[in-house]
């Protein structure tokens, strides 16, 4: 497995420009992604950091922009389905590549760590990101190594779970809670492990805060 790290100012984002204006940490995990009429739609959970009020204005300018197509809150935690247009977005979440990590978007920059079993997919990445001088005016190539796939993948996803945040988030996984469009409800869950939705939920939103932060470890 080869792994890539990058750092890059993005004037292309939607996220990017509003870590900076509201001073808040974003990290991006993608969940899926296809093409529909010339655009990409990209799937992905977000974790954010930083103070209340902050976020919420993040969220609340987020909301009102026109490449949001699908979106869903909570708390600290959101769901967005956004659609892009520039051809780069392909090879950014293409299929050839693994995320161990989430993309983290801090005060204008994005940081990337991706991997492919292609070394050569990781370089047309790297060629097709310094082409576009005008969306990515900043790109510093920190690493392109050969990694062996424990040192990127089990450490990364692993984190220490109680057991009811470890059912719980196994059990959203499998039953397509985080598909898009969702396949379960939370309530539903909550019922088949025999449990309320206040608590199934806390123990789920527990695990998230526990795993997304722990990828960019």
């Known amino acids: 497995m080869w792994s890539l790290k990058f ?44 103070e209340e009020h902050e976020k919420k204005k993040f969220i609340r300018a987020l909301k009102k922009n026109r490449k949001i197509k699908n979106f869903e809150e ?28 989430p993309v983290i978007i801090r005060g204008g920059y994005e940081q990337w760590h991706v991997s492919s079993f292609n070394r050569a997919v990781l370089e047309r990445l790297i060629r097709e990101i310094e082409s576009w001088k005008d969306k990515f005016p900043e790109f510093k190539l920190q690493s392109l190594a050969k990694t062996r796939i424990s040192e990127i993948y089990f ?21 397509g809670y985080y598909a898009w469009p969702r396949k379960v409800s939370l309530g539903k869950l909550a019922k088949e492990l025999h449990l309320s939705v206040a608590t199934f939920h806390e123990h789920l939103r527990k695990a998230e805060a526990n795993l997304m932060p722990l990828f960019a470890a």
Not at 26 to 43: A, E, Q
Not at 78 to 101: G, K
Not at 163 to 173: E, G, K, N, T, W
Request: no cysteine; glycine share 2%; aromatic share 12%.
């Open 7 to 50: 750092k890059v100012l993005n004037k292309d984002s939607i996220y990017t420009l509003l870590t900076e204006n509201y001073k808040v940490t974003d990290f991006l995990y993608p969940v899926d992604f296809y093409r529909k009429k010339g655009r990409v739609y990209i799937l992905a959970i977000h974790v954010l950091e930083g």
């Open 74 to 101: 909570n708390n600290s935690q959101i769901i967005t389905l956004i659609a892009e247009e520039e051809s780069f977005y392909d090879l950014l979440f293409a299929a050839e590549l693994y995320h161990p990590a």
């Open 155 to 175: 450490p990364k996803i692993k984190p220490q779970l109680s057991v009811q945040q470890q059912r719980a988030f196994d059990s959203a996984l499998k039953r």
